[in-house]
Nanobody, 123 residues
Framework: VQLQASGGGLVQAGGSLRLSCAAS????????VGWFRQAPGNEREFVAT????????SYADSVKGRFTISGDNAKNTVYLQMSSLKPEDTAVYYC?????????????????WGQGTLVTVSS
């Protein structure tokens, strides 16, 4: 499966953005789809994931209550709705697909990665 992430941009603190991860090659129903992010000088970190079939979401504590992950099977696209954004959310965001069941949260569990999309939150 090939992944294409989009939707990043510049937003003020407290604002919202929606990231999209579009898949081609195979249906998302075969994969758990996750979002990770990497800020300059930091390691890549888990943000959110949704299980195969889109039934079960899981979030990092740092974004719980502010971010929502969802999927549209008809469009073969997974979204990350980000609200109440903070400057510390600034990072390159990556989407990735995993054949693991459940809600994998480790980057090595994901074999397919899209290119990143930059999110910048100004204070």
């Amino acid at each position: 499966v090939q992944l294409q992430a989009s939707g990043g941009g510049l937003v003020q603190a407290g604002g919202s953005l929606r990231l999209s991860c579009a898949a081609s090659g195979r249906s998302f129903s075969y994969y758990a789809v996750g979002w990770f992010r990497q800020a300059p000088g930091n390691e890549r970190e888990f943000v959110a994931t949704i299980s195969r079939g889109g039934q079960f979401p899981s979030y990092a504590d740092s974004v719980k209550g502010r971010f929502t992950i969802s999927g549209d099977n008809a469009k073969n696209t997974v979204y990350l709705q980000m609200s109440s954004l903070k400057p510390e959310d600034t990072a390159v965001y990556y989407c990735a697909a995993s054949t693991h069941y459940g809600t994998p949260s480790l980057s090595h569990q994901y074999a397919n990665w899209g290119q990143g999309t930059l999110v910048t939150v100004s204070s």
